[in-house]
C-alpha cells in the first residue's frame, strides 16, 4: 500500500464511514490501530468533521497526555484516509463494566481521576468532546487500569465567549442544554462525566426509556431534589 508503512491486520471496529484495523510498523514491528476513512462515503459536512477531528487530535498528541489517545500519523490516498493511533488493548470501560457489573468506590475514584485529567486538558484548550461515554474509553491493557480517552468525532472548539448550537452525542449522555437546541458550552462533558460515575457505581444508566422521546424527557425532568437524593447511589458515591 503505498504511503503506508505498516502491515494491516485484522478489523478491530467498524463504522459508517471507517474501519479499525490492528497493524503492525513494517521496521520496528510496533503494533497499532488504523482508522481507515473511506472518502466517498463523506459528505460536505463529514469531511469538515474530518479535519477538525484530526486537527484536534494532532494537538492533543502534541502534548503525549497520558490519559489520551495518542495520533501518529496519518496518511491520505485516492479512496483512503489513514488515522495511525496508539492501539489500547483492554477494550472499552463498556466491557469491564458489563463484566464486572459495577465498579467499587475505590476502583470508579481511581476511574473518573483519569478521565478528569484528561477532560481538563482538552477543556483548558476549548476543546469539548461533546461524545463522553464508556465505549470511548479504552483501558491500555487486559491486566491495566490505566484509561484513555479516544473518539473524538464529535469534538470541537468552543471560542471565547460564545457557545456551541449543534445537537449531538449519544442518547442517555447528552447534556439537558444540548437536548433543548440551546447554546452550550464545556460543561455538557461534566454532565456526561456524571453519568458516566453514575454506571461505574450502580451498573446502570440515571436515564433509561427504549422510547428516545421519553428518554430526552427523563433528562430534561431532571432536579436538584433528585441530585440531593442521589438517584439510589448511597453517600460514599455520591462524595466521590
Known amino acids: 500500500m503505498i504511503g503506508l508503512p505498516r502491515q494491516l491486520g485484522r478489523v478491530l471496529g467498524q463504522g459508517s464511514f471507517a474501519t479499525v484495523k490492528r497493524a503492525t510498523d513494517k521496521k520496528d514491528k510496533s503494533v497499532w490501530a488504523v482508522k481507515i476513512i473511506r472518502k466517498k462515503a463523506l459528505g460536505p459536512e463529514d469531511q469538515e468533521a474530518l479535519e477538525k477531528e484530526v486537527s484536534i487530535m494532532q494537538e492533543l498528541s502534541a502534548l503525549k497526555?497520558?490519559?489520551i489517545v495518542y495520533l501518529k500519523e496519518v496518511y491520505d490516498s485516492a479512496?483512503?484516509?489513514y488515522m495511525v493511533m496508539e492501539l489500547c488493548q483492554g477494550g472499552e470501560v463498556f466491557d469491564r463494566i458489563v463484566k464486572?457489573?459495577?465498579y467499587t468506590e475505590v476502583e470508579a475514584r481511581d476511574a473518573l481521576r483519569q478521565i478528569v485529567e484528561a477532560i481538563r486538558v482538552c477543556h483548558s484548550r476549548g476543546i469539548v468532546h461533546r461524545d463522553l461515554k464508556p465505549e470511548n474509553l479504552l483501558y491500555v491493557?487486559?491486566?491495566s487500569d490505566e484509561i484513555k480517552l479516544a473518539d473524538f468525532?464529535?469534538?470541537?472548539i468552543l471560542q471565547p465567549n460564545s457557545a456551541l448550537a449543534t445537537a449531538c452525542g449519544t442518547p442517555g449522555?447528552?447534556?439537558p442544554e444540548v437536548i433543548g437546541s440551546a447554546g452550550y458550552n464545556k460543561e455538557v462533558d461534566i454532565w456526561s462525566l456524571g453519568v458516566i460515575a453514575y454506571?461505574?457505581?450502580?451498573g446502570f444508566p440515571p436515564f433509561y426509556d427504549e422510547n428516545q422521546g421519553k428518554l430526552f424527557?427523563?433528562?430534561?425532568?431532571?432536579?436538584s431534589d433528585a441530585a440531593d437524593e442521589g438517584l439510589g447511589v448511597d453517600l460514599g458515591g455520591r462524595r466521590i
Not at 468525532?153 to 470541537?156: E, R, S
Not at 424527557?217 to 432536579?223: Q, V
Open 153 to 156: 468525532g464529535l469534538a470541537n
Open 199 to 202: 454506571i461505574l457505581l450502580c
Open 100 to 102: 464486572k457489573e459495577k
Open 173 to 175: 449522555y447528552v447534556a
Open 79 to 81: 479512496d483512503n484516509f
Open 217 to 223: 424527557k427523563n433528562c430534561l425532568l431532571y432536579t
Open 65 to 67: 497526555h497520558p490519559h
Open 141 to 143: 491493557s487486559p491486566e
